[in-house]
C-alpha cells in the first residue's frame, strides 16, 4: 500500500474547510440591526403596563445582535 498520497490529501481537505469557512464569512448576508440601528450599543426605557410606575429599562449591548450591529439574514 501506498500512503505518500496522504499528506496532499490532508493539505487539500484543509485548504477546502479553510475556504469554505472565509467565504462563508464574507458572502454571509448580513444587516443592520434594527433594534440598534447597527450600533450594537441599546439604551430603551418603555412603559411596563404590569406596574403602576414601572418601566423597563435596557441599556448595554444590544440583546438581538449581542452587541455586533449586524444581524444575518434568514
Ligand atoms: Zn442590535
Do not use: Y
Not at 434594527?34 to 412603559?47: A, K, L
Amino acid at each position: 500500500m501506498d500512503f505518500s498520497f496522504l499528506p496532499t490529501l490532508v493539505i487539500v481537505v484543509v485548504l477546502l474547510l479553510m475556504a469554505s469557512f472565509v467565504i462563508s464569512r464574507v458572502f454571509r448576508a448580513e444587516m443592520k440591526c434594527n433594534r440598534c440601528q447597527g450600533t450594537g450599543e441599546v439604551n430603551e426605557h418603555w412603559p411596563d403596563p404590569s406596574e403602576p410606575s414601572g418601566f423597563h429599562h435596557v441599556e448595554g449591548a444590544c440583546p438581538k445582535c449581542k452587541g455586533r450591529g449586524k444581524v444575518p439574514v434568514k
